[in-house]
């Protein structure tokens, strides 16, 4: 069975930190652009980091958390990590991890569609002001 599962979220206060998990499970991820979407009650989903293994570890960065978030891959436990410092109430969003074969990082961080090959179930962060 092919799923990402998303953990690592909670409530923090600003200027915080925070590590996002995503296990991929069925599935060898390291030919796959891998990472985390994020979208906040009334606003539009934005692509916020992404992560290519077979590429030299091509990323992207959401120019909002460039600085703050560093996206990394495990090939020994199948997984990809958001490690969020100096977090904002405006990083407050359910978060959720997706995997595409065809997009490379900078393209799946744009991608407005919902075709994303593979998408898991959310994990909701928190940031107090």
């Known amino acids: 069975d092919v799923q990402l599962q998303a953990s690592g979220g909670g409530f923090v206060q600003a200027g915080g930190s925070l590590r996002l998990s995503c296990a991929a499970s069925?599935?060898?991820?390291?030919?796959?652009?891998i990472g985390w979407f994020r979208q906040a009650p009334g606003k539009e989903r934005e692509g916020v980091s992404f992560i290519r293994p077979s590429d030299d570890d091509e990323t992207y960065y959401l120019d909002s958390v460039a600085g703050r978030f560093t996206i990394s891959s495990d090939s020994t436990t199948n997984a990809v990590y958001l490690q969020m410092n100096s977090l904002k109430p405006e990083d407050t969003a359910v978060y959720f991890c997706a995997a595409d074969y065809t997009l490379i990082p900078r393209a799946m961080g744009t991608y407005k569609g919902d075709g994303m090959d593979i998408r898991g179930k959310g994990t909701l962060v928190t940031v107090s002001s």
């Open positions: 069925g599935f060898s991820f390291d030919r796959f652009t």
